[in-house]
């Protein structure tokens, strides 16, 4: 009986957390248009409720209302299958980041941990997860029969490849700063000095190195060679409309919430608010809620940051990001790993 | 609730091996073996070896069959259609190996049923991080080394193998618009360490200089 309970409990904490995470995904697409729109002069969608507050879901009925073409010379099967995959990737990682400490309901002794699976390889769970989510890419590339979109997902699983090895050997700094893989515990360690004992301070180097990847990993400007649209029509989407295409347009926006968490988790010290533990008292109700709150404004600072960098920068040639891959960023994550090794082993006792 | 979901895991694994073998198009292969290495990572998990179960799907699923589904991918060989009468003699063969392989099977399964141990319930740290660290970089350590030393060399083989030929140097690029070749290419007479930069204009003047036909079949016609 009590794994019944404990079954449907889990339930109903991944669907409040798949629910909040597509809001926070549908407004971080209004964001980014609105965002642009600054950035280029102009207002961006303004006209849905106050101040376009609800343009996500106008674009939601849209996507449904839109006709389905499906190609007819397209491989079946992998073409449904496509996008499932890589939304279904994207989201599966939710479940392992800590979005606050265990929070106390208020007059009960009832704590809630809030996060939803607590895995002692937390990171690599993340990191595996992440790397299926290429195949939702290629399969859309390939199945398509279309050489745009076969050049699109080509790309994309060249790219995916060549940036998860600097993206993985950026993290090992703070996998060797913490001394474990479980993302909870990784956070709890970052809990010192006031909240403040952040990864970052230690490996800056391994967090600019692990944001770049990031950007790579997830296809957005300046990397997002996989959906050029001006070599490649639309990239590996080029044949999905309506809903499918509205799949792999939700799988991008999730991979973004995902990568900033994890940067937040394991270099901005996770839900870690600065004194919020000496005014508040650790365990407190309010205690959770100002730490989930920061969590939040953290990983929200990212996205802007996503943003923000599409709103400004160029796309890199196709060349040109191999070499910066391969040639730039593997040898700095090594660097930032040998440099992080050196400081444990000369100062023990700091770490 | 446990047997249940090894079933799931279980009935998935053997139905995605049967359609790796049973599948006509090497794509669908290659995506049903993901779907067994998916489904052995959960089995481990239900082992207790999660850091196993992670590195299966990293290094299996998301690095070696993303390459492979890559060169499909690459090489298209949807398109040609094989010969199912070719290799009709290999099927004796595998009847052959087949019939050892279940009969080894059902040994071990006697051999498990005759000589049975009671499972001693002491507990196991084998399978955590931390004790697949601290044994591989132990007991372990000379064959971890050496592994990463094979490694090694077969990257350093892949490598001497791409860069067979040596056509190009490193600096001569084909891209369409302004190419620069070095004058040593371009004009058979200089020393071949003339590192002297010429600029073409277009991708045709570029390929006759390079005496290659960049064009396709296609374009030819």
Partial sequence: MDTAIDIALKFAAITVAFVVVLLIVAYTVLAERRVLGFIQGRLGPNRVGYGGILQPFADLLKFILKEDIIPDKSTRFIYFLAPVVATMAALMTMIVYPFGPEIRIPFTTITIPLVIAHFDVGLLYVLGITSIGVYGIMLAGWSSNNKYSLMGGLRSSAQMISYELALGLSLIGVILLAGTLDLAQIVENQSAWHGMRWNIIFNPLGFLVYLTAAIAETNRVPFDLPEAETELVAGFHTEYSAMKFALFFLAEYINMFTVSMLATTLFLGGWNVPFAEDIFGRGSFLFGIVSAIGFL????????????????????????????GWKILLPLALLSIFITATLIFLLPNYF | MLALLFI???????????????????????????????????????????????????????????????????????????????????????????????????FILVSVQEFRVTPTSTPSDIGTTYSIGSQLFTRY?????????????????????????????????????????????????????????????????????????????????
């Fill in chain 1, 297 to 324: 404004a953290k990983v929200i600072f990212f996205l802007f940051l996503y943003i923000w960098l599409r709103g400004t920068l160029p796309r890199f040639r196709f060349d040109q990001l191999m070499d910066f």
């Fill in chain 2, 8 to 106: 799931l895991f279980a009935g998935l694994g053997i139905g995605c091996a049967l359609a790796v073998v049973a599948q006509r198009n090497p794509l669908y292969s290659a995506i049903s073996l993901v779907g067994v290495f998916i489904s052995l990572a959960c089995l481990y998990v239900m082992l207790a070896a999660p850091f196993i179960a992670a590195v299966q799907v990293i290094v299996y699923a998301g690095a070696i069959m993303v390459l492979v589904v890559f060169v499909i991918m690459l090489l298209n060989v949807e398109q040609e259609e094989r010969e199912r009468t070719r290799l009709k003699f290999l099927v004796p063969a595998a009847v052959l190996l087949a019939a050892v392989l279940i009969a080894e099977v059902a």
């Fill in chain 2, 141 to 221: 350590l000379l064959p971890f080394e050496i592994t990463s030393i094979l490694l090694l060399m077969a990257i350093v083989g892949a490598m001497t193998l791409a860069r067979r030929g040596g056509l190009l140097p490193a600096n001569a690029r084909v891209v369409p618009g302004a190419q620069q070749l070095t004058l040593s290419m371009v004009d058979p007479a200089v020393q071949p360490d003339n590192l002297t930069l010429v600029e073409t204009d277009t991708t045709d003047e570029a390929a006759r200089l390079l005496g290659i036909d960049h064009r396709d079949k296609d374009d030819a016609e």
